[in-house]
């Protein structure tokens, strides 16, 4: 009789062992398949980062006309909108300290109003799909 019962706690102590293994197995699967959704859209995403990068181009030789640069000027906010909505954010540049993890020096520029290593100027934007990295910044530095 005694025998039955250990056997019986074994039996069941190695069922509660693997049911607690299967939750953590679940629960595992659950925040990869997540991060997998998560992420999903990146290629799209970097597909669409050179047409905003046209816009960028484009609005610094805007013509005079107001009423054209203001329906531009819309067209652009709403892309941007659009990809904030998704997870993407821009990476800060101008102005920062250079920083090799966020960006990628494309000239160095001599000048001793600035320290070196600032970021004078901004070629390409880089940026960040929910915290990760997926376009570094282009950008020019101090010297």
Do not use: C
């Amino acid at each position: 009789m005694e025998k039955d019962t250990k056997k019986e706690e074994e039996y069941l102590n190695g069922w509660k062992r693997e049911r607690a293994d299967f939750l953590n197995y679940k629960k595992d699967e659950m925040e990869r398949i997540g991060q997998l959704v998560k992420y999903s859209n990146e290629e799209l995403i970097l597909n669409i980062m050179p047409i905003l990068d046209n816009f960028y181009l484009a609005e610094k030789h805007l013509p005079e006309n107001k009423e054209f640069a203001s329906g531009f000027t819309q067209i652009k906010k709403q892309l941007e909108d659009f990809l904030k909505k998704e997870g993407i954010e821009p990476i800060k540049t101008f102005g920062e300290k250079f920083d090799p993890n966020l960006m990628e020096v494309v000239e160095e520029i001599e000048t001793k109003e600035k320290e070196s290593g600032v970021v004078i100027e901004e070629t390409q934007k880089g940026y960040t799909l929910h915290g990760k990295m997926i376009r570094v910044a282009k950008v020019r530095v101090t010297k």
